[in-house]
């Protein structure tokens, strides 16, 4: 048993689906999230400046005394993963495992799609997680930067959003495909004009439920569950904390006190 | 005379419209340039933190030999130029004076519009500097950040991009408007479907030619012209400098040799 928080990362407030899922899969145990708002949006940088990103704020978390780190970020899931647990001495799980496994249960005879920004479709990082669980199937990926902007602006439910949704899935659209993994933590918010464009026989997986139950199994296989007691929560932002009042609640499904600020660089 | 180059920098590579200008109107004149591509995009960040990247990028710009500093960036004009010119001994340029001062030369007797991201739009720098220069215009703005992203992604044509011009438009679109000023150097690359949604009767202003001309006047006047002889151009950016030889030519209207990458964070 351990009553420390569990620390969540992400580029920006997006990884807050991640928190809601968790507060529903592991209600007792406190949280402390860190969004990298001040460097947002990783999905258009390279693998290295990711690894230092993600690097730095693990630090950060665990001087606030993590126990544990879910990575929330699907682009730094991707790429530095590997490098964070090869050279952190901490339990480290990300979302795109869990995503994959998610998909997988779906799945009929076809293939898998995924939709991501352009940083976690280029890693790969989806496929060879398949690969290594389940080699017989096949996956298609579709880089879909303009979903996150379209998300941030608040436009969900345009025709301009359904015009862009039909261009980007059009790949995705003709009857070979069982399971869609929506790879990046904003795109939940579509899933409405998702489901639209592709019709009712793609199963649209979300990995942040996934990542909550592998989080909860990681922790009891490590006996670093919180066991009873009153959790609490808090949150961290690199920049503007002023849009945790606003973003936040889309993300998260609730109101929640303001975040604080932290200089990431520091870390 | 003065053969030391001109310094310009950006948030990313939308500023190389601005070395296009330049070019034209001062084209004896060498010129550094730096794409702070690892830390775009400015115009969602803060005041402060923009401040801070500003104050780093003409810290480089100087390390480099520049005589003069262009900030092509209408987040970093917008938030950073007092504080710029305040502090450091080296004559410094924005684009929102001379943006400004082209739109009016289009009025006839109505308002003027500016379309820019979140962050020049909050900042109101166009309304002071038009205030400044003339205080019986009127202007009215719009955040229009998804055209950022239409245009890193390429999609100036598409339907999409016509419905969404449409929706952020709307209110340029009742006769009253002279001008309308691209505050941002991606949009003018959106002007064919910025003219089919506004008509003709709206002139779309670019300030990245009134730029070069305001920059022209003052290295006259401060004796800094580099005179005769053959310009070297140099070009660097923060991250993913290999993006350079595609997304470049779009704003530079030529192809060019490589950039070099460049640690930011140590000026």
Known sequence: M????????????????????????LPAES????????????????????RRFARQNVHFLQSQGAKAIVVACNTASAHALPELRS???????GVVEPGVRAALKHRKSGRLGLIATAGTVAS????????????????????????????????????????????????????SFDALILGCTHFPL???????????G????????????ATREMLSKRDLLA????????????DAPEKFATIGPLFLGRT??????????EY
């Open 202 to 213: 793609v199963a649209l997986v979300d990995g942040a439920e996934a990542t909550a139950h």
């Open 190 to 200: 579509l899933r409405p004009v998702l489901r639209e464009v592709l019709g009712a």
């Open 87 to 93: 050279t952190l001495d901490i339990p480290i799980i």
């Open 227 to 238: 066991g009873g007691g009153e959790p609490t929560h808090r949150f961290f932002v690199s």
């Open 31 to 50: 949280i402390v999230y860190f969004g990298d708002t001040g460097r947002f949006p990783y999905g258009t940088r390279s693998p290295g400046v990711i």
């Open 124 to 175: 790969r990082a989806y496929e060879q997680a398949l690969e290594a669980i389940d080699p017989g199937v096949a996956m298609s990926s579709v880089a879909t930067p303009l979903f996150v902007a379209l998300v941030e602006e608040g436009w969900t439910h345009t025709e301009a959003t359904r015009l862009i949704a039909e261009e980007y899935l059009r790949v995705f659209n003709n009857g």
């Open 2 to 25: 351990n009553t420390q928080p569990l620390g969540v990362f992400d580029s920006g407030l997006g990884g807050l689906s991640v928190v809601r899922a968790l507060w529903e899969v």
């Open 256 to 265: 929640f006190d303001g975040a604080e600020q932290v200089s990431i660089e």
